[in-house]
């Protein structure tokens, strides 16, 4: 078996693949896909109509719309302050939520092709949404320390062969390559025996050359 130096290079294919294996096994959750019925259940549709409708009857020509296809919706939520005395404070927050294309009047739409709402906090969707968000910090921070404590491990090791016997499952994350390298056969001890033979056949003269000068140095003691 060969040694193979775990050097940087292999260090970071290993937390690639550790960082694949991770986001596979704890996927991050995906905010609801309830823009459209949100804006129906909040009445957006019939407003939009009832105002379309009195613009024309008051001015004579249809009013001035933008296609949107996003909704972002906004509420206040109360948080704990990090003074570790109890206290709060209320943040605002906002979710984006996709939707069919949708015509609304040009002054209810802000920036490109978004329409931006202001929902009550207790609105389910937007509940909705705080959890996921929760719920995605608490992986990302879970993420982090995996990664961490993975890098860690990494620079306790000099090389491939003393991170496979303390670590075995980790072989899933190395290269292939890199393992059959591992698993190669060491043929040093045979390459030493060679040179061994070589030297003894070649420098026979040198080898009598050196001896008979040292027995000569002896005799002139």
Known sequence: MKTVRLSETLKRDIMRAAEAKYKSANPPKDYPEQGMQLFLDQGYQQKIDATTKHFKDLW?????????????????VEEA?????????????????????VDVPNVLVKY?????????????????????????DRRY??????????????????????????????????????????????????????QAELADNELSDLREVLLEDALLGDDNV
């Open 60 to 76: 004579g020509y249809e009013m001035p719309t933008n296609t949107v296809r996003e909704l972002v919706i906004s509420s206040t």
């Open 81 to 101: 302050d990090d003074d570790g005395e109890g206290n709060t404070h209320h943040r605002e927050k906002s979710f984006t939520l996709s939707m069919p294309d």
């Open 141 to 194: 921070e879970a993420e982090r320390e995996y990664r961490r404590k993975l890098d860690d491990v990494l620079d306790r090791f000099s090389t491939l062969n003393q991170l496979m016997k303390a670590a075995p499952y980790i072989k899933d994350l190395v290269p292939q390559e890199r393992l059959q390298k591992m698993h190669e056969k060491d043929d040093r001890s045979e390459r030493r025996k060679e």
């Open 112 to 136: 490109g092709d978004t329409m931006r709402v202001t929902v009550e906090p207790d609105n389910p969707t937007f509940l909705a949404c705080v959890e996921v968000e929760m719920f995605n």
